[in-house]
Each structure stands twice: as structure tokens, then as C-alpha cells.
């Protein structure tokens, strides 16, 4: 990306290379606007924390209702409801 002048991007993966395609969007994601992972493996996440954490933010955020307020105030509301800034990086 550095080499041909590329600031931000969208990176993807089938199999192992969805895995590592998430693995540098997770660690980069000043980087990256999205991850494309095709085929990630039959691997039930549920019960994962990672999972748990990021399904319980997006039952919050879900519920703020956002036809009722404009961009700047979900914006708001995201912020208080999600705490943590990677995960409140990629539900923004």
C-alpha cells in the first residue's frame, strides 16, 4: 500500500487468507475501511469472547433508534454505548 501511495483500503480473503485478511485489518485499522472474508471456516464464534462482546454492542447500538436523531447525534449515542475504541471504530 505504502509503495503505491494507497492510504486506505478495503482488504479481503478466502480460507487461511480471510483469516489473515481480518488478522492485518485488526491491526491496522487506521488502514483498512473494511474487511471482504470469503469462506472464513465452519467455526462457530458464539462462544467466543471476542463474539459475545462485539454481539452485546451491536444489540445496543441497535437499539437507539436511529430515524429519531441526525448523523452528529447516533454519532453520540455510539460513542457512550460502545466503550471500546476498536470495536466502536468498526460499528462507526
Known amino acids: ?4 501511495k494507497i492510504t486506505l483500503a478495503t482488504i479481503g480473503g478466502h480460507g487461511f487468507g480471510a483469516k489473515v485478511a481480518t488478522a492485518t485489518a485488526i491491526n491496522h485499522m487506521n488502514r483498512f ?5 470469503l469462506d472464513g471456516g465452519p467455526i462457530d464464534h458464539r462462544y467466543y469472547e471476542s463474539y459475545q462482546e462485539l454481539a452485546q454492542y451491536i444489540q445496543d447500538v441497535r437499539n437507539i433508534g436511529i430515524e429519531k436523531y441526525n448523523a452528529s447525534d ?3 449515542k455510539i460513542h457512550e454505548r460502545v466503550p471500546h475504541p476498536k470495536w466502536r471504530s468498526i460499528i462507526l
Open 1 to 4: 500500500m505504502d509503495q503505491n
Open 33 to 37: 475501511t473494511g474487511v471482504m472474508a
Open 74 to 76: 447516533v454519532i453520540k
